[in-house]
């Protein structure tokens, strides 16, 4: 209600998250005036940034040295309709679950 970037709706009205696309482009626009790249890490999410667990990441996916690239490499992470062929770029995490072996 507080944050000029944001569109305030109607009670009952839901909409698709951006990924903070206000904050992307002021990274950017930062990162441009300084005639510097944008750094791995420089942008957060208003999500990931109020998230006291770190279970959130934002970062870029098509870096290779990058921390949610790592992430998606490893054996817990899906993508939901991958199967479909509709390329997705959120990852998420397979819950573990401690199941003793042999029953009972």
């Not at 950017?28 to 942008?43: C, N, Q, S, T």
């Not at 290779?64 to 993508?79: A, C, N």
Request: charged share 30%; glycine share 6%.
């Amino acid at each position: 209600m507080l944050n000029p970037d944001v569109t305030v709706r109607t009670r009952g009205i839901m909409e698709k998250c951006t990924f903070c696309i206000q904050r992307i482009r002021e990274g950017k626009e930062r990162a441009k005036a300084l005639g510097v790249p944008v750094k791995d890490g420089d942008i957060e999410s208003a999500c990931m940034q109020s998230c006291p667990t770190q279970a959130i990441i934002f970062r870029d996916s098509n870096d290779p040295q990058s921390r949610v690239t790592e992430l998606m490499k490893r054996p817990r992470g899906y993508h939901v309709l991958a199967d479909l062929n509709t390329l997705p770029q959120v990852t998420y995490a397979v819950k573990v679950r401690n199941r003793e072996e042999g029953g009972a």
